[in-house]
């Protein structure tokens, strides 16, 4: 998963300084080499690879900058205090261009504070600069290395945990389907589900389009990433397009065969995404689906018509089926990818409108003047 493999990364990168340092008789050199590290860590958040490129060799600057004029002036602590309250205040203004930005101005701030003491006096403000400086620079070659030598890993990884996120969507919405269940505690677990799957999918969307490389690519991995996450959008649609009044479904259907078969294979369907996902993040094919899913649909199929024998209309529950249908034609096709390098989905190419998906953040200065007034959150916070 991508928490572990960055805490890994992160973890690598901070304690080789100072082993290395050690070993030449100098643990604190290695110590603040690490803490450049620190420092450029926070600038290392998943987004396409040249922003994130951009953004750590422009904070790579900003430390050295930051870290020579604050250990130049820590003798003048008036001054001092007047251009921390200044830094302060523009770093924070930086959230105005996005949560990239933000972090850089953690950046900022994080430089000045860490260097407002008078340890190692021995050492000139250039030199404890060029130390933290040179730690943040190791971090950024370190991790932009990886990232060239593992192209898709991040895309894979938030793939992934965007598939994990919808699997949890559909296991909730399947409790709509059980009438022992807390409507209003359901409501408020998708409300929230739906707001992080939304985030997940424009930074997978952003990873995938704006990734050359990957757009282009026509090898099983890189292709198989593109029109999984294309289905998996489709997926998400079918889960939320139609909404019904579930209070009466439950009131009316509540204790029938169809309502438990929907219930359950529901349930099965997010289990089955789930699995897909971990086979995703572990860089292997999943297997074949766990559950025979037209099994499962003829069951519900059976069931509704049932009810329609029994002299009852339930059209809202065939709508269900149909929707259901669609989902569980969407899964085969993310297997068929992975199995089949042949594989077509008659469907439009994600590929051929790729350029539409492409990011575009605003950094004019104007949006920044924006916000310099009290009416701006932005601009109280800061």
Not at 155 to 178: G, P, V
Not at 215 to 232: A, E, H, M, N, W
Not at 257 to 269: F, P, S
Not at 307 to 335: C, D, M, R, T, W
Request: aromatic content about 12%.
């Amino acid at each position: 998963g991508e928490a572990l493999s960055d805490g890994l990364k992160t973890s690598l990168a901070i304690i080789i300084p100072p082993i290395v340092a050690s070993l030449f008789g100098d643990l604190y050199a290695g110590v603040t080499i690490s803490l450049g590290a620190v420092l450029a860590h926070m600038t290392d958040t998943p987004g396409p690879f040249k922003e994130r490129r951009n953004l750590m060799w422009l904070s790579v600057l900003l430390i050295f900058l930051v870290s020579y004029f604050t250990k130049t002036i820590n003798s003048y602590p008036i001054f001092l205090g007047i251009c921390l309250t200044v830094i302060v205040f523009f770093s924070n203004m930086l959230t105005v261009w996005g949560q990239r930005t933000s972090a850089l101005g953690m950046v900022i701030m994080m430089s000045m504070v860490m260097n407002m003491n008078d340890l190692r006096h021995e050492l000139s403000p250039l030199h404890i600069a060029l130390f933290v400086t040179a730690g943040a620079a190791w971090y950024t070659i370190f991790s932009l290395a990886i990232s060239t030598f593992r192209p898709y890993r991040m895309a894979q990884q938030n793939l992934a945990d965007t598939m994990i996120h919808i699997s949890e969507y559909i296991r909730i919405k399947a409790s709509m389907f059980d009438k022992d269940s807390n409507y209003d505690d359901i409501i408020k677990k998708l409300i929230d589900e739906h707001v992080v799957i939304n985030e997940k999918q424009s930074l997978v969307r952003e990873l995938v389009f704006s990734n050359k490389k990957l757009v282009k690519d026509q090898t099983p991995i890189g292709r198989s990433i593109v029109f999984i996450f294309s289905d998996l959008v489709d997926i998400f649609e079918n889960v939320t397009a139609n909404q019904y009044d579930y209070v009466k479904i439950r009131e009316v259907y509540g204790d029938t065969k169809a309502m438990r078969k929907i219930y359950n294979l529901m349930n099965k369907l997010a289990h089955e995404l789930k699995m897909i996902a971990y086979h995703i993040n572990s860089n292997k094919r999943p297997k074949q689906p766990t559950f025979d899913f037209e099994v499962e649909l003829k069951k519900i199929d059976d069931a509704i018509k049932e009810l329609y024998a029994e002299g009852q209309k339930p059209i809202v529950l065939s709508k269900i089926y149909i929707n259901l249908k669609q989902i569980v034609y969407k899964i085969e096709f993310i297997h068929k990818f992975f199995y089949d390098d042949s594989f077509t989905e008659k469907k439009k190419n994600p590929l051929d409108h790729a350029e539409h998906f492409e990011p575009t953040v605003d950094y004019s200065l104007r949006k920044l003047k924006d916000h310099l007034n009290l009416k701006s959150s932005i601009f109280r916070h800061a």
